[in-house]
Nanobody, 127 residues
């Protein structure tokens, strides 16, 4: 059973940068498409970004395009989300999720595609 554990969430000032990580155990992450989702207080969970098994196909929500970068290191069984130019509206719990994916260069933005979820890490952006 694949297990995911997020880390790295902290309080940062607007305009700051932060990298959150997702470490997998109990399975080989290279077999899965990975996505980051987030949920802000009082709002529905939304997709932030996804990355294919190969790592060379990525997709971003319009709200984070140009500021966030998703990456993966299959050898380390880990996925990362580098967040720059953070805004107060980026405040949320960030979740990583994994989807069994047969295609090497594809990832889904649809939450229903993801079978495995981490517990989340809190990112707060405030002065």
């Amino acid at each position: 059973q694949l297990q995911l554990a997020e880390s790295g969430g902290v309080l940062v000032q607007p305009g700051g940068s932060l990298r959150v990580s997702c470490a997998a155990s109990g399975g080989t992450l290279a077999n899965f498409g990975i996505a980051w989702f987030r949920q802000a207080p009082g709002k529905e969970r939304e997709v932030v970004s996804c990355i294919s098994r190969s790592g060379d196909y990525t997709n971003y929500a319009d709200s984070v395009k140009g500021r966030f970068t998703i990456s993966r290191d299959n050898a380390k069984n880990s996925v990362y989300l580098q967040m720059n130019s953070l805004k107060p509206e980026d405040t949320a719990i960030y979740y990583c999720a994994a989807a069994r994916e047969g295609r090497w260069r594809w990832c889904s933005r649809d939450q229903s595609s993801y079978q495995y979820w981490g517990q989340g890490t809190q990112v707060s952006v405030s002065s």
